[in-house]
């Protein structure tokens, strides 16, 4: 029965969400919300489970004397610093993130806060990192991503229909090297004399090229988030939810188990 309890608890709950989805009606209406409520205090008490696991986690990590055990009693001793230190600026002063609290004033403003911005700071090398593999115009779609980055990207910030000019002629100059360098290499002439083509015409493209981007800029970039980008994340959303609905029904119906292990 120990599994069994739970897929029937699993099934009715399920089963009384969709009823009440579709039939708005007393005494189904009021379910969404009591389930909401129940969620809430369920979520509270896993909370509570959360920080039991974890300390004790790190508490047998100390009594082991493992490697990482300084780390271990730091991240026990802070959390027991800022547990206390926010209880005692919520009893004091009614709420811990009260303007006169000093738990607001010192650990969130001079501790919290520019934790926060390190670790930010750090997630944007790992962002560029990423960036990099994923622009290089290995492929046709690598190379149209990357040029769809770079255009929204200068349409985005500050100054960029100043910049596209130089960004165009750069890029170009460099796709023709590309082209040469691989024309050269080529054996057979006709497929020399087409990636030499190839190069000349990227470097007779600038001026025009840099001209039309620096007019339409902006009507480039909107038509780029507007038409392509917004199709593709209504795909993605759409592909998302459909996902979701499956593995609710698998849940509901007992087939997808993994939650119970």
Avoid: C
């Amino acid at each position: 029965m120990k599994k069994e309890i739970p897929l029937i608890i699993t099934f009715i709950s399920g089963f009384l969400l969709i009823v009440a989805f579709f039939i708005p009606r007393e005494p189904f209406g009021s379910l969404e919300q009591r389930f909401n409520d129940w969620f809430i205090i369920v979520s509270g008490f896993t909370l509570i489970l959360g920080v039991d696991s974890l300390l004790l986690y790190h508490y047998k990590k100390i009594k082991r004397k493992d490697k990482d055990a300084p780390y271990s009693l730091i991240l026990i001793a802070s959390f027991l610093i800022v547990l206390l230190w926010g209880i005692y600026s919520g009893i004091k002063h009614g709420n811990p993130f009260s303007p006169a609290s000093t738990f607001l004033r010192y650990f969130y403003s001079y501790v919290f806060v520019p934790l926060q911005a390190t670790m930010f700071a750090l997630l944007a090398f790992f962002i560029s990192s990423a960036a990099y593999r994923a622009f290089r115009a290995r492929t046709l779609n690598a190379t149209l991503l990357l040029l769809s980055a770079g255009i929204v990207m200068l349409g985005r910030v500050p100054k960029g229909e100043e910049i596209v000019p130089y960004f165009t002629a750069v890029t170009l100059i460099l796709i023709s090297i590309t082209f040469a360098l691989e024309g050269l290499k080529r054996a057979n002439p006709l497929e020399k004399t087409l990636f030499l083509g190839m190069a000349i015409l990227s470097i007779l493209l600038i001026y025009p090229l840099s001209i039309l981007l620096k007019k339409y800029l902006v009507e480039i970039t909107n038509w780029i988030m507007n038409t392509p980008q917004l199709g593709a994340k209504r795909g993605l959303f759409i592909g998302i939810s459909l996902g979701a609905i499956a593995m609710s029904v698998r849940i509901i119906l007992g087939i997808e188990r993994t939650y119970l292990k």
